[in-house]
């Protein structure tokens, strides 16, 4: 689905991801984990094309994305901050979102689960922090595309929606694509995702499924886990 | 391209400054032609007016949409679209719907006022086409002044420099190395000088279609000489048309290389 072969990027002097190699199989989930500022975002954006490598190769779906947009076609991305231009109502970015990727959408179904009818004519401006990223999450889950690409899903979401969330991602997940997700809630994490994929210092420090984590690292609960991935690395 | 021009398009046609600056040319218009209703004088009274305000107000609000429209751009880059297409298409957005609210704010008083049956038509028209050209060129100059500065301010600032420069510091450098130099024959230097600047260039190109040159003195003569003519009208239009080409390619290479 993705494969990725020595990604560098550098901001500046920081020197964000030192040769990334990963590679995605089609339909499982994965969740990127990694404390802050390891690299997460700008893997993601670079799968996307918004952040341009320094170095290294990424194909999606087998073809080398760089240069290309076409392939973007092919993805549904949930950006980690939901800004969306504030003139716009919630039903004009939807249609307009639609009229870009020339695709019809299917976001009646996904309005109805998060109750959105009564925010479709209030400007994006005018929302809350959970209810834009109810409407993020519509953007990204209506179009049938292969691979989504959540970056902090559960970002503001009550209870209720979180919990409509991850019916979301098992129903994608039956029809077998292929998801990324990142989260910093390991309880989230834990029970959508297949595998795991761990940054540290701009490269992959552990990749495995769950199960492989618990005993790599000796520890009943993921989140104990990754606390002690971190730690040893500190410590080594 | 097409589809992020028409939303920049409505997105601006529907904002409060495009009516502003809308109103504003209409009353200007109007104001002019109820005081003065002699065409030709109004023209060229106008022309003072649009050869400074124009560049302004490309320039603020090219910086000012740039900026605003952050949070849409990084919407379209991660959407099946050209990354050129959509600094383009908010590109011509915005230098579309200034042009626009020119054309329409003085066209309504002009046509009222009988333009279509007097001579003053041509001269009217070329006024347009150089407030046209100068809002492409100081839109595109502003978008790349934005797209290279991160930081708002800084860009913000940047801008109404280069606008300062263009409409005010660069003739009084122009008029003081005349008079530093007067010894030497100045006519290439001052001709080269006029046309490198495209506000000087539109100024300069309107006074000696409306007859005028004669205010200008020996200059004048020395001008008309060469933008009278056929080749030197042409040779201004290629510089008008580079003026504004230059940015649109540089947005263009900027916009292919930059991380968001």
Known sequence: MIQITDLHKKFGKNEVLKGLDLTIEPGRIY?????????????????????????????????????????????????????????LKVRELIKMIKDLRNDEGNEELLITTFSLQPHLDKKLSNLSGGT???????????????????????????????????????????????????SHVMQFVEEVADEIVYLLEGKIYFKGTIADLKNVTNQQNVEHAIAVLTKTEQDG | MGKVLK??????????WSYIYFLFYLALGFVLLFLN????????????IIIVLVPLIG?????????????????????????????????????????????????????TYGLLRSNAIFDFSLLLGVGIFLTLIFTG????????????????????????????????IFLLSLIVFEEYPLDTFSMVATTLNPIDLSRTLILLKLDISALLGYTG???????????????????????????ILRLKYKASRKDF
Do not use: C
């Open chain 2, 221 to 247: 003569a020395v001008f008309k000489r060469f933008f009278g003519t056929q080749l030197g009208f042409w040779v201004s239009m290629l510089v008008l048309v580079l003026w504004t080409l230059i940015p």
């Open chain 1, 31 to 87: 969740a990127i984990l990694g404390p802050n500022g390891s690299g997460k975002t700008t893997l993601i954006k670079s799968i996307l094309g918004m952040v341009l490598p320094d170095k290294g190769k990424i194909e999606v779906l087998g073809k080398p994305i760089a240069k290309g947009w076409k392939y973007r076609k092919q993805i549904d991305y949930l950006p980690q901050i939901a800004n969306f231009p504030g003139n």
């Open chain 2, 59 to 111: 320039t603020i609000f090219g910086t000012m949409y740039y900026y605003n429209s952050k949070e849409f751009t990084e919407l379209l880059l991660a959407q099946p679209i050209k990354r050129s297409h959509i600094f383009l298409g908010q590109y011509f957005g915005v230098a579309g719907s200034l042009s626009l609210s020119l054309a329409v704010g003085l066209g309504v008083p002009f046509m």
């Open chain 1, 132 to 182: 834009k990223q109810k409407v993020n999450l519509v953007l990204a889950f209506m179009f049938n595309s292969q691979l989504l690409i959540l970056d902090e899903p559960n970002t503001g979401l009550d209870p209720n929606a979180l919990i409509k969330l991850k019916e979301l991602i098992s129903k994608e997940r039956a029809k077998g694509k292929t998801l990324l997700i990142t």
């Open chain 2, 7 to 16: 939303y920049s398009f409505y997105d601006l046609v529907r904002s409060r």
């Open chain 2, 141 to 172: 100059l502003a978008f790349n002044i934005a797209i290279s500065n991160e930081n708002k301010i800084k860009g913000f600032g940047y801008a109404v420099l280069l606008w300062l420069f263009m409409a005010v510091i660069y003739d009084g």
């Open chain 2, 37 to 48: 209703s002699d065409l030709s004088k109004a023209v060229i009274t106008l022309m003072n």
